[in-house]
């Protein structure tokens, strides 16, 4: 059957920008999982995810999933690291790990709270003891906007499901190479910007995403407005190689366009790692699935993956 690899997400609402509330960009098994929830405005919105199946000749992998808890007080960013997971494997020496996805869902308001920003990310993995060792780490930034569920301060919390795959093979047929994070700065107007790797030569490649991040840097007179979401985008395409170098374009968006459209100054991180092989095949396909919703409700899709 292969391995779906996960290349990122893009959630767009139809009508009006929202609160953080509820989302999830996934595979599991053999399809993707969407859900997108919104604040106290009914919506229609799109959720797209970005997926390639590789078959190749010596890549093996083992899929699971770590669940944490970010809290903290209301503008305050909030940090969990889940537990170190160890992964045991008898070629663990070169192997990587790589998202499949995450899940995001607020438990503090039924509707969401304003944001500064989220992420996850896999950190870089190491062998210990005939085992791949990794920790999943989340961080969400509750606003402390002039707002009525958010204004009075206090303390806040966030689920935060991190998806994932580690990736093993045979040295001579797959290789792993991850990248320096891209860094894009933006005030709404992404640019075009390129992302670059080391490439190990084998006949073929794919890009993973090892974690992203999008952060809303406010200052000024506009330090506590404009901290919804109309659009927030991640991924990656467009690889191109040569010279034992990678190179693709990253799509990383950020949009709070409504009625009345705050100032952003968006900074975004992607890491990523390029999956080499000598045999086999990949095929990329992206997943759409529209939503529709009430108040503090989520809408919900689930697509199965092309064989």
Same mark, same amino acid.
């Given at each position: 059957?292969?391995?779906? #690899?996960?290349?990122?997400?893009?959630?767009?609402?139809?009508?009006?920008?929202?609160?953080?509330?509820?989302?999830?960009?996934? #595979?599991?098994?053999?399809?993707?999982?969407?859900?997108?929830?919104?604040?106290?405005?009914?919506?229609?919105?799109?959720?797209?995810?970005?997926?390639?199946?590789?078959?190749?000749?010596?890549?093996?992998?083992?899929?699971?999933? +770590?669940?944490?808890?970010?809290?903290?007080?209301?503008?305050?960013?909030?940090?969990?690291?889940?537990?170190?997971?160890?992964?045991?494997?008898?070629?663990?020496?070169?192997?990587?790990?790589?998202?499949?996805?995450?899940?995001?869902?607020?438990?503090?308001?039924?509707?969401?709270?304003?944001?500064?920003?989220?992420?996850?990310?896999?950190?870089? !993995?190491?062998?210990?003891?005939?085992?791949?060792?990794?920790?999943?780490?989340?961080?969400?930034?509750?606003?402390?906007?002039?707002?009525?569920?958010?204004?009075?301060?206090? #303390?806040?919390?966030? =689920?935060?499901?991190?998806?994932?795959?580690?990736?093993?093979?045979?040295?001579?047929?797959?290789?792993?190479?991850?990248?320096? !994070?891209?860094?894009?700065?933006?005030?709404?107007? +992404?640019?075009?910007?390129?992302?670059?790797?080391?490439?190990?030569?084998? =006949?073929?490649?794919?890009?993973?995403?090892?974690?992203?991040?999008?952060?809303?840097?406010?200052?000024?007179?506009?330090?506590?407005?404009?901290?919804?979401?109309?659009?927030?985008?991640?991924?990656?395409?467009?690889?191109?190689?040569? =010279?034992?170098?990678?190179?693709?374009? !990253?799509?990383?968006?950020?949009?709070?366009?409504?009625?009345?459209?705050?100032? #952003?100054?968006?900074?975004?991180?992607?890491?990523?790692?390029?999956?080499?092989?000598?045999?086999?095949?990949?095929?990329?396909?992206?997943?759409?699935?529209?939503?529709?919703?009430?108040?503090?409700?989520?809408?919900?899709? =689930?697509?199965?993956?092309?064989?």
């Amino acid at each position: 059957m292969g391995v779906a #690899i996960w290349q990122g997400f893009d959630f767009h609402w139809d009508h009006a920008p929202h609160r953080l509330n509820g989302l999830t960009s996934k #595979i599991v098994e053999d399809r993707v999982e969407h859900v997108f929830t919104v604040g106290r405005v009914p919506d229609r919105g799109l959720a797209r995810t970005w997926v390639t199946r590789v078959d190749a000749e010596g890549l093996r992998s083992v899929h699971g999933s +770590s669940t944490v808890t970010a809290t903290s007080l209301l503008g305050r960013r909030a940090t969990s690291d889940a537990l170190p997971v160890r992964v045991p494997l008898p070629d663990a020496e070169g192997a990587t790990v790589v998202l499949q996805g995450f899940s995001i869902r607020c438990l503090s308001s039924s509707v969401g709270l304003h944001t500064r920003g989220f992420g996850v990310r896999l950190s870089d !993995p190491r062998v210990h003891r005939g085992g791949l060792v990794f920790r999943p780490e989340a961080w969400v930034h509750a606003a402390n906007s002039p707002d009525l569920l958010t204004s009075g301060g206090g #303390i806040y919390s966030y =689920e935060v499901e991190l998806a994932w795959t580690v990736l093993s093979g045979t040295a001579d047929k797959v290789s792993f190479e991850r990248g320096r !994070p891209v860094v894009h700065r933006h005030r709404g107007r +992404s640019s075009e910007i390129a992302g670059e790797l080391r490439d190990s030569g084998l =006949e073929h490649a794919v890009l993973g995403v090892q974690g992203f991040a999008v952060d809303q840097r406010f200052s000024g007179r506009f330090g506590r407005d404009g901290r919804f979401i109309r659009r927030v985008q991640t991924g990656v395409d467009d690889l191109s190689r040569g =010279e034992r170098r990678a190179r693709y374009r !990253p799509h990383l968006h950020f949009s709070n366009r409504g009625v009345i459209t705050y100032p #952003i100054d968006v900074e975004h991180r992607l890491w990523t790692t390029l999956v080499g092989f000598r045999d086999g095949e990949a095929r990329r396909q992206r997943v759409e699935t529209p939503i529709s919703t009430g108040i503090g409700a989520g809408g919900r899709g =689930e697509v199965k993956l092309a064989t």
